[in-house]
């Protein structure tokens, strides 16, 4: 079974400067995707960015950026000049990649990191 | 393009009742998947839809059920409601083939 695993509960961060939440996750997967999605106060789940298992190269989504290590199973979110806006709950999740038989699969998720941006 | 919606946003239910969710994907998806979000036990995975057959199912009971119809929409049931069931309950949809998932707002449920 696959897990994923959020060590930081909490993070506070000032604004303008970066912050980098971590994430690792277990699996005997070979062909997978990560994802960091960010969930307001009262406000809905969205992605941040994804990143397919065999692509070596690091996903990049304007201040956000991760650092994947295959080998270590570990898949950090940077975020960098940190805003207000930025404030959340930051879930990292995995997904096996699809088999066929009908199923998309399901996101697999860590507990969650609350970020709070300061001003 | 409208994003996935849920109705009803809030609902408060009574031990033992029966509660029913609906989703509505985005226009063109035909995935469908609940998860169900508690403080205690964070994200878990309901169970899956795709062309109204249940493709996928996580470790929850049988109290736990779901449908989908030829328009996508899909709706998930819970029967005899426990306390434990109180949580926020989200939908997420996806086109066929695409990794990403879309989340709705949310369903909270309360149950006294």
């Known amino acids: 079974a696959q897990t994923v695993t959020q060590s930081q509960p909490e993070m506070s961060v000032q604004e303008a400067e970066t912050v980098t939440l971590s994430c690792t996750y277990d699996?005997?997967?070979?062909?997978?995707?990560l994802f960091w999605y960010k969930q307001p106060p009262s406000r809905q789940m969205i992605l941040v960015i994804r990143?397919?298992?065999?692509?070596?190269q690091n996903a990049t989504e304007n201040r956000f950026s991760v650092n994947f290590q295959k080998a270590a199973k570990s898949f950090s979110l940077k975020i960098s000049d940190s805003q207000l806006g930025d404030t959340a709950m930051y879930f990292c999740?995995?997904?096996?990649?699809?088999?066929?038989?009908?199923?998309?699969?399901?996101?697999?998720f860590g507990k969650g990191t609350k970020l709070s941006v300061k001003p | 393009k409208a994003g996935v919606t849920q109705t009803p946003r809030y609902l408060i239910k009574t031990r033992g009742q029966q509660v029913t969710l609906s989703c509505s994907p985005i226009s063109g998806h035909r995935s469908v998947s609940w998860y169900q979000q508690t403080p205690g036990q964070g994200l878990q995975f309901l169970f899956e839809y795709f062309s109204e057959t249940q493709r996928n199912k996580g470790n929850f009971p049988g109290r736990f059920s779901g449908r989908q119809f030829s328009n996508s929409r899909s709706e998930m049931n819970v029967s005899t409601l426990e306390l434990g069931d109180s949580a926020l309950y989200l939908c997420a949809s996806s086109r066929w083939g695409g990794n990403e998932q879309f989340f709705g707002p949310g369903t909270r449920l309360t149950v006294l």
């Open positions: 699996t005997s997967e070979n062909n997978y995707y």
């Open positions: 999740a995995f997904m096996k990649a699809p088999r066929g038989g009908g199923s998309q699969g399901n996101l697999i």
């Open positions: 990143q397919e298992a065999y692509k070596q």
